[in-house]
């Protein structure tokens, strides 16, 4: 294992699963299947290329492997530990543009500072961030000044049943959620015509998190790995439960802690339902995810959309 994949593998915030070669990932959850899952565009080759809180890079390296040019990755990038709500830390992205020998570009001042790039982009994606803006109508306008073609808006959306046009959830880490009405008008307004609003069904996703992810029980003395195949660094006193994000050999990676050997923890899997894997056997698993949907749909009042707007000259 070369010295730059040892220090992704003991970087211990990765928050996208982003691949590596030789069948290693970052040890983050947030991973490609989501450029298919939400209608990203698969022609980017020669396009020029905006991504909007682009976090660790997963989008922006994508980008360029399908042949994107120019790439800013765009977020409010700090040197240290980040945290969602106010940033994050631009050190993963940085491991990966060395390891991948990019040339993406990486903007650290997000939305609000698009201005300072100085460009427009035929396609930008804004993905899983507006939920966390509190200046909505700033962060749109910022968009048309950056676009000059197509811009993919996907998230957590209110429902237009709902008697309020933005909502700020109490006990949520997100800040606010929209009705997709309110965005395409905030779009429109800004010289964009709306292509399509499509609802995007995110059962498949949570299923197979539930499904994939164990928990795992670290016990008392778990020893703590700074990489698989290494000697331990510590020794953990006190036991904690937490969810590991990615398994190499007999290693589980454990987020923001580094990495357990599977005899020392405790490992279990969740058991789908009757349900799902009836519908599996079937053939009816998509039956089964708009049931899910619908389920969630009422219980929280929100579901994740994607709009899809073009910037008219
Ligand atoms: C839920 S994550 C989504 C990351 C990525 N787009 C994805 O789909 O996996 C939200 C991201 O938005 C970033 N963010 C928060 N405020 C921002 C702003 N004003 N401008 C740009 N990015 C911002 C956060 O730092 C974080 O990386």
Same mark, same amino acid.
Do not use: M
């Given at each position: 294992m070369n010295e730059q994949l040892q220090r992704i593998?003991?970087?211990?915030?990765?928050?996208?699963?982003?691949?590596?070669?030789?069948?290693?990932?970052t040890t983050g959850r947030?991973?490609?299947?989501?450029?298919?899952?939400?209608?990203?565009?698969?022609?980017?080759?020669? @396009?020029?290329?905006?991504? $909007?809180? +682009?976090? =660790?890079g997963l989008f922006s390296f994508m980008a360029?492997? @399908?042949?994107?040019?120019? $790439?800013? +990755?765009? =977020?409010?990038?700090?040197?240290t530990i980040g945290s969602m709500e106010d940033g994050w830390s631009d050190e993963g992205i940085n491991l990966l543009k060395e390891y991948f020998n990019s040339n993406i570009l990486i903007h650290k001042n997000g939305i609000y500072h698009l201005n300072e790039l100085n460009m427009q982009f035929d396609v930008i994606l804004v993905n899983h961030i507006i939920n966390w803006l509190d200046d909505i109508e700033l962060a749109i306008k910022n968009l048309a000044l950056a676009s000059k073609g197509s811009v993919y808006i996907s998230d957590g959306f209110l429902l237009e049943t709902n008697l309020k046009d933005s909502i700020t959830p109490e006990n949520m880490p997100i800040r606010s959620l929209y009705k997709p009405s309110v965005i395409t008008s905030l779009l429109k307004k800004n010289g964009f015509k709306i292509d399509a609003?499509?609802?995007i069904n995110y059962q498949p996703f949570f299923i197979n998190d539930f499904i994939n992810f164990p928990t795992i029980k670290l016990n008392e003395h778990t020893k703590i790995y700074k990489l698989p195949f290494t000697?331990?660094?510590?020794?953990?006193?006190?036991?904690?439960?937490?969810?590991?994000y990615c398994k190499v050999g007999n290693f589980y990676h454990v987020f923001q802690l580094g990495w357990v050997h599977k005899n020392d923890v405790t490992v279990s899997y969740y058991k789908p339902s009757k349900f799902y894997t009836l519908s599996k056997l079937t053939g009816l698993l998509n039956i089964?995810?708009?049931f899910l949907?619908?389920?969630f749909k009422r219980?929280?009042?929100?579901?994740y959309f994607i709009i899809k707007a073009t910037k008219l000259n």
């Open positions: 593998l003991s970087y211990p915030l990765w928050r996208q699963c982003i691949d590596l070669g030789n069948g290693y990932t947030v991973n490609k299947a989501l450029w298919k899952g939400l209608h990203f565009p698969d022609d980017v080759k020669g @396009k020029s290329f905006l991504d $909007i809180g +682009a976090n =660790d360029e492997q @399908k042949g994107a040019v120019p $790439i800013v +990755a765009s =977020d409010l990038y700090k040197d609003v499509t609802e000697d331990s660094d510590f020794i953990l006193s006190g036991a904690v439960k937490q969810i590991s089964y995810y708009s949907n619908y389920k219980k929280n009042n929100y579901t």
